[in-house]
């Protein structure tokens, strides 16, 4: 008898270990603060976006997530930081088109694959490409730049917050749309770039909606024209680059949270859970609005989609476009 309960109590313990060991990953999850990498500085889109995920977050659920600038290379860096990180789901990025679909076509010599060494895990956002000029620049419409890039090729300077990203692409998909020549002058992130327009020292931004709201809202950017195929919501007044007389042109950027390959699935899972519910609130829809980004929440089956779709596409879009990493 003692025989038979000794076998059933270890049984009993061992099946318990395996349940205890089979909820482990989000049983205690998160335990410890997470860090979210942001692959561009401060004051930028994919900055503002991922600051207010990490507040929402750390507001309604009372966990630590403390955002982490890692800039350089159009994003490419950290999105290699991240690459590299333990998949553990302590470590997570704030990827966009540009650093995930756009770079690896650019730097050819990535150690990287954005669809099998990163797991999707929740969508955030989507917004047009702004292209504008300071509010004292002689240029009031798009028609105005074509003129003037027709009459000087390569005279009409415009910045981005790096090469390889989707911003610089869509100023170079408007200047073949267009059959003009600027001069693209790339930052080390939206900021820079945007201080150096609103001071006059270059003739246009092409950046991402939330990077330059706050510029625009205050009347120092002038925006010419948005990249997407229909109006920005946030600024309706504003023409789109095919009503501007470039039939079909259509460029624009998303943003997600992804975390490295190899991360529980239960913690993909029950992040993509909560971070949707963040998306749904009004508070959070308002404050991703009020950047001139739309909010679009997702599963990460649909998020990874979207990843393989784009990184498929863009690779043509990369070539036929001539852009190159100088």
């Not at 000794?6 to 410890?32: M, N, R």
């Not at 945007?194 to 330059?212: C, E, K, R, T, Y």
């Not at 308002?286 to 393989?308: D, R, V, W, Y």
């Amino acid at each position: 008898m003692k025989k038979i309960f000794s076998f059933l109590l270890l049984v009993s313990c061992t099946l318990g270990l395996t349940t205890a060991q089979a909820q482990t990953p989000t049983a205690a999850y998160p335990s410890k603060p997470i860090r979210l990498i942001v692959p561009f500085p401060p004051g930028g889109g994919t900055d503002i976006l991922s600051r207010l995920v990490a507040t929402k977050l750390t507001e309604q659920l009372k966990w630590t997530v403390i955002a982490d600038n890692r800039a350089g290379a159009g994003g490419t860096i950290g999105i290699s930081e991240a690459v590299k990180a333990a998949p553990t789901g302590y470590e997570l990025v704030m990827g966009q088109k540009d650093n995930l679909v756009i770079g690896p076509w650019l730097y050819k010599n990535l150690p990287w694959d954005p669809t099998r060494d990163l797991v999707a895990v929740a969508h955030i956002a989507y917004t047009p490409v702004v292209i504008a000029t300071s509010a004292n620049s002689k240029f009031k419409t798009l028609a105005d730049v074509v003129l003037a890039a027709r009459a000087a090729p390569g005279k009409v300077s415009y910045g981005s917050p790096g090469n390889g990203t989707s911003i610089h692409l869509a100023g170079e998909l408007f200047e073949k749309a267009a059959n003009i020549e600027l001069s693209h002058v790339p930052y080390k992130g939206s900021n820079p770039a945007m201080m150096d327009a609103l001071a006059g020292n270059i003739d246009l931004l092409v950046s991402s909606v939330p990077s330059a709201m706050a510029q625009i809202k205050s009347g120092k950017l002038r925006p010419l024209a948005v990249t997407s195929a229909k109006r920005s919501s946030s600024m309706p007044e504003v023409p789109t680059v095919a009503e501007s007389g470039f039939k079909d042109f259509d460029v624009s950027t998303w943003y997600g949270l992804l975390a490295p390959a190899g991360t529980p699935a239960q913690v993909v899972s029950l992040l993509n859970a909560e971070v949707n519910k963040l998306l749904a609130s009004q508070e959070l829809r308002e404050a991703i609005h009020a950047q001139g980004a739309e909010p679009e929440a997702m599963t990460p089956a649909k998020f990874s989609n979207l990843l393989k779709t784009d990184y498929a596409k863009w690779k043509g879009i990369v070539e036929a476009s001539g852009a190159k990493i100088d």
